[in-house]
């Protein structure tokens, strides 16, 4: 015998059926929906990262930076130079905790860019690109976390708008600041394993009820 789905059920066997869809009654064994629901949560994220619109908006991002560094905008400045010191002082052993006679804020940029310091060389381009990897990773982060709170389409509007970061943020996102991008993408990943966490507490309480 066949129903007629009036809803969406995405906790039944064999897939998520929808509205209008002729199932058989065997069809209609429910199943605990966290079985399936992070891993089907990841993918659809990792798919609204794979696509068309995201190289569009990943190619947008860096034209932006590109040109902000090329115009008086891209001037190094003081802050951000500390920055590029530290990283070579790393390169030559001094691994300090605190930046000396300051003492408000680790250096832990400098850190993060020893590497590419050690590959390019000192390059303000590779200073100021630098936290493109933190503003990236903070896209991804919030475009999961937005995912997982409301559609696919505000998910996929939330990480374009971190990863382009609109009006002075465009600026912010070329400025080697120590712990400016990289403690964004810190609280980003911070909120993001917290629901993580919190979705792996309901499976399990789900799965001993």
Not at 92 to 102: A, C, E, K, T, Y
Not at 163 to 190: D, E, F, H, K, N
């Amino acid at each position: 015998m066949k129903r007629i789905v009036t809803s969406r059920c995405p906790g039944l066997r064999g897939g998520a059926h929808y509205a209008g869809d002729a199932v058989n009654d065997t069809d209609l064994t429910e199943v605990p929906a966290q079985d399936a629901a992070v891993p089907t949560q990841n993918w659809v994220t990792l798919r609204l990262l794979w696509s068309p619109w995201t190289a569009i908006v990943l190619v947008a991002g860096l034209l932006i930076r590109l040109w902000i560094i090329s115009t008086a905008r891209g001037t190094l400045i003081a802050d951000e130079a500390y920055t590029g010191l530290q990283a070579a002082e790393v390169l030559r052993g001094q691994f300090r905790i605190v930046i000396p006679s300051l003492a408000y804020t680790a250096p832990f940029d400098s850190y993060l860019l020893a590497l590419p310091t050690a590959v390019f060389g000192q390059n303000i381009y590779v200073l100021k690109l630098y936290p493109s990897v933190a503003w990236a990773l903070s896209a991804v982060l919030v475009t999961a976390v937005v995912r997982r709170l409301a559609t696919d389409r505000a998910a996929v509007i939330a990480g374009s708008m971190i990863w382009l970061a609109p009006g002075s943020l465009a600026v912010i996102a070329t400025r080697g600041y120590q712990s400016y991008a990289s403690g964004m993408a810190m609280v980003a990943a911070t909120v993001c394993a917290v629901m993580l966490l919190r979705e792996q507490v309901d499976a399990d309480e789900g799965s001993s009820t």
